[in-house]
């Protein structure tokens, strides 16, 4: 009796373990000769990561939906034909939801007859890799080998593809990594197309051309009128040089010049808030501000003195310095407002209390339009120790946008649809500083 209510609580816990992995995804793959598609709906889900692997290269993209309905494909660029393909659908925090395996029809191989192994020198000469517009390009002579299988490794995707030189052994071409964010690293193995002996290896990131796409203020905007300063953190290029703390201070502070690194994306913190300072200025432009921009490149270092110049000479209305968060807590998420108190600067905006206020205006935008999935704080915080929010002439804050080292930060940060939140929750902030300032009438 007792063994048969067990066995009976056992089949009702298979029963609804069965349906929860049922209803989870409804995972649905097609494919097609070098792509595949994907379907599946997480109805409480607005992002998704898709993981696929063959036996030639795997590697993730996230997908967004508005509905929690998800669609989407990828090319199988090294996957020879035929290929066992396995696709795993994940939460965007990596949890693991469905799998589904298929056999794709693959890429075909490469046309055209390999050069013979000769013995003589083996070393590889003269291996350069360079970054292009959306992936690598490698160059190199490999006397000696008819083929070499060129092996690469990003945070997102991984593969093999076997290569083959011209007649005096020299091998080049490009590789394009669609799944691998800009300026990711990607670290290259050359091994001999004979055997698994590793010949060479190198390094290099995904190229990128990073560009905002508006031009001029939309006449009107809600914001025409008002002047917002974005300052992209960091750079690519060191930091150290000391500072003047802030006007009517006494101290000094320094140029930055460590900075986070994604946790899953391995994308730095310079061109991560670079890319999501041209997002934002693309925003506000819509809605009609007038926008300058502390840098619009990576390889020039900026001091914090010469940031702030940019935005005191333009009169900005508001300064919106922009940082990705680092913890040696993982599980960190969230976003935090830092503003200036006791430089004389800060004190001739506004009084401390006030101050405050302004920044929990922005606060509270961003966090109404960004709160996604779980684990999410906000901080707001008077502090002196920035020397780019002290030598501001106007309400500045230090933004901390998310927790580059949280996997669940990280990823978004980096996803476009996301990235256009931010931009809205920081454009909606402003258009309340800008009300509460007084530099235009709100909306009856
Ligand atoms: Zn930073």
Avoid at 201 to 227: D, H
Avoid at 231 to 259: C, F, W
Avoid at 416 to 439: F, K, N
Wanted: glycine fraction near 12%.
């Amino acid at each position: 009796m007792k063994r048969k209510l067990i066995a009976g609580a056992l089949l009702a816990l298979l029963a609804v373990l069965a349906l929860s992995l049922a209803s989870a995804a409804g995972l649905v793959v097609e494919t097609e000769p070098g792509l595949f598609r994907v379907r599946f709906d997480l109805p409480e889900e607005r992002f998704a990561v898709v993981n696929f692997s063959t036996a030639a290269e795997s590697g993730w993209f996230t997908l967004y939906s508005e509905d929690g309905h998800f669609e989407g494909e990828s090319a199988l660029l090294c996957s020879y034909d035929p290929c066992r393909l396995t696709v795993r659908v994940e939460r965007v925090d990596r949890r693991g939801l469905e799998q589904v395996r298929v056999d794709s029809p693959g890429t075909p191989l490469p046309a055209g007859e390999p050069l013979p192994f000769v013995n003589g020198r083996r070393s590889v000469r003269d291996l350069v890799l360079e970054p292009v517009d959306g992936g690598f390009s490698y160059h190199f002579t490999a006397q000696g080998h008819g083929s070499v299988k060129l092996q690469y490794r990003t945070a997102r995707e991984t593969g093999a593809v076997l290569l083959y030189p011209d007649e005096n052994y020299v091998y080049s071409g490009t590789l394009l990594l669609p799944h691998t964010y800009n300026a990711t690293n990607v670290y290259v193995t050359l091994r001999s197309g004979r055997g698994n002996g590793t010949i060479a290896t190198g390094q290099t990131t995904r190229g990128y051309t990073l560009t905002a796409k508006e031009t001029e203020p939309a006449p009107g905007g809600r914001l025409n009128g008002v002047i917002v300063c974005i300052d992209p953190g960091h750079q690519n290029a060191p930091g150290g040089e000391r500072e003047p703390l802030g006007p009517g201070m006494e101290g000094y502070g320094t140029v930055a010049g460590g900075m986070a690194q994604g946790v899953v994306t391995r994308r730095k913190e310079s061109i991560v808030m670079l890319e999501l300072g041209f997002v934002i200025r693309d925003e506000l432009l819509r809605q009609g501000a007038t926008v300058v921009m502390t840098r619009e490149i990576e390889e020039r270092r900026y001091s914090n003195l010469e940031r702030d110049a940019v935005a005191n000479d333009a009169g900005a209305h508001v300064m919106l310095r922009l940082h990705g968060d680092n913890n040696k807590s993982a599980n960190n998420r969230g976003f935090s407002f830092y503003y200036p108190v006791h430089s004389a600067y800060a004190q001739a905006v506004a009084d401390t209390d006030t101050y405050r206020g302004y920044g929990q205006l922005m606060l509270d935008a961003l966090a109404a339009r960004c709160s996604y999935g779980p684990g999410i704080k906000t901080h707001l915080d008077g502090t002196d120790r920035f020397v780019g929010n002290n030598w501001a002439m106007m309400p500045c804050f230090l933004v901390e946008m998310g927790f580059m080292s949280n996997k669940y930060d990280d990823v978004l940060l980096s996803t476009p649809e996301y990235q256009q939140w931010l931009a809205e929750g920081i454009a909606d902030g402003v258009y309340a500083l800008a009300v509460a300032r007084g530099v235009i009438d709100g909306e009856e």
